[in-house]
């Protein structure tokens, strides 16, 4: 981050910025589009929905936890008939059931989100997206893998999903501020018309990243951060970086159980652990650990504020950390 | 930038953006709201249009260059009804007009870019802020300050300026991907409906700044970096600032005539030069001047390119790098 900045309108940025592109193309496992915005999660998936769906248009949306429930009312503040798939906190949905409503309405688009981490439930989204897909050929399928995209496996291509999103302050362990995407050539002919230089509007953005472009002053520094994860991750390979969360997930969860705790949901996903205990201050037990012990769980949100705690097995974690921290939670039991 | 990074839900964040939003009331000069998000300053400015102008409002635009015509094409883009007061690039417009303007179409808004930085024109803030509010008492003034505020006198609430909006890459030094806000009393009352965690609509983000917290996850490193730089602010102090850059200002022009230069647009402002020769390439000329001074001078964008050159006097300079700009252009003629 501490690369000398250089001009977004140069020769230079299209070269560095083509690179990163070539990374991304490999974290998403895409032949497709990719870009790097600013932003925050919330920000790359409502770009997302603006640049693509607009009033009168039919989208399927399964809303199960926080962010999915986010999408689904920033959908209805843009006059989208939302198809609103409700499901409780932790559950994730049939995919059977998911296709049938695309079907109903004659969706134009689903938006799901592949990772809730508000639950940490983990949706089967090759499934949904090729369930769909077979009820709606032309559907736009738009997911929020912001936990999930180099943590877990997630294949762009293969799976058919349009639009993938991704934020930098997860699995790409650097700083926040910066949003990248996936998109595939159906979505290059499903953005809504955007004649000014709108900056919310992706399709500013894809005319830019065709020449290795960015369409407004890029945040640079944090460009850098990314492009430097993503050699990280090219170096460690996505299937040893998916075992290496997958074992630091699952020697979690059952070191918590074996002290007594549960594991909340039915999908847990590998990128975060929800966990509590049936008959404890959960609150109290977080302070603890961060007080004495410097290790920060997050609470729940909203419905499930007390309820569940959340541990993230992204980026820079494996097993052994996870060992330690479980050690730091039975010496507070 | 290096500082850890904090959560942004936490009591240490609220202490650090509080600190941090007080810096932002001296910089502008206000005692009312601001707020920082990420973003360029493109997305500044058109997040304050969308979260506060609508189908079917009318608003005054002073269109005198590349920036200021953007907005006027996004207020179009969003069916406002534009007034749009087009004159040619590098003049300004005269008070009394824009106030007229204002007057016929009983504008709801007025959008106006305090510095066109396309072409270096200072339009008269104080004046025309004055003199529109005394036709249209009820306006809400929007300034496009992305080159002054920090560089050259901008006074918010003494102007009656109600949302003025800057970047962090210009006069604050950093690198790019945070805007700020300082957004007056009759600007928190004007805000268009938000129902929906609606990351564009600033709304959401006077809501969580009034308790000095972040709607959204923040680009935390990059408000370090804008955070540091109030601090350089506050101890030079502003009318120190605003000499200084007026010294290097006038330095650089002066000299830059003295080698036959001339200085294009009738109010160039402080905060940068539009310069050119008459009968050079100046592209040649800045290519010279990047390959062997190792200094960048920018060309000018749209119906200028090739016709001007623009030099910063925002940040760190002052006029003795103005002189051996000079020096540099000189041995190159």
Avoid at 57 to 67: E, H, R
Avoid at 94 to 114: K, N, S, W
Avoid at 167 to 182: C, E, F, I, R, T
Wanted: charged residues 20%; negative net charge; proline residues 4%.
């Amino acid at each position: 981050m501490s690369k000398a900045i250089i001009h977004h309108h140069s020769g230079e940025f299209a070269a560095f910025y083509g690179e990163m592109r070539g990374k991304l193309r490999y974290l998403f496992q895409t032949e497709g589009m990719t870009l790097a915005a600013p932003g925050s999660g919330t920000y790359g998936v409502e770009m997302a929905i603006y640049s693509f769906f607009s009033a009168g248009d039919s989208v399927v949306v399964v809303s199960n936890g926080k962010f999915s429930t986010r999408w689904a009312a920033y959908l209805r503040s843009r006059n989208v008939f939302v198809e609103d798939l409700v499901i409780p906190w932790g559950e994730v949905p049939d995919p059977v059931r998911v296709a049938e409503a695309c079907d109903r309405i004659q969706a134009r688009g689903l938006v799901v989100t592949h990772c809730e981490t508000s639950t940490a439930a983990l949706l089967d989204l090759e499934t949904i997206a090729w369930r769909a897909r077979e009820a709606c050929p032309d559907l736009l399928i738009v997911a929020d893998t912001i936990t999930t995209t180099g943590a877990v496996p997630m294949y762009a291509d293969a799976w058919g999903i349009d639009v993938a999103v991704v934020a930098s302050q997860k699995a790409l362990m650097s700083p926040a501020g910066v949003v990248a995407y996936a998109l595939s050539e159906r979505a290059l002919r499903y953005f809504t018309p955007s004649d000014a230089a709108d900056f919310a509007h992706l399709a500013n953005h894809v005319r830019a990243a065709a020449n290795d472009r960015s369409p407004f002053t890029p945040p640079l520094t944090l460009f850098y951060a990314v492009d430097a994860a993503l050699d990280l991750v090219a170096a460690e390979g996505l299937p040893a970086i998916w075992n290496r969360v997958h074992q630091a997930a699952h020697t979690f969860r059952d070191g918590f159980v074996a002290l007594g705790g549960k594991v909340f949901g039915e999908s847990p996903s590998d990128s975060l652990s929800a966990v509590y205990f049936e008959e404890k201050n959960l609150d109290g037990l977080r302070e603890k650990l961060k007080s004495k012990h410097q290790i920060t769980l997050s609470g729940g949100q909203d419905s499930l504020k007390g309820k569940i705690m959340r541990i993230s097995h992204m980026g820079l974690t494996d097993a052994r950390l996870m060992l330690a921290v479980l050690e730091a939670i039975k010496s507070e039991l």
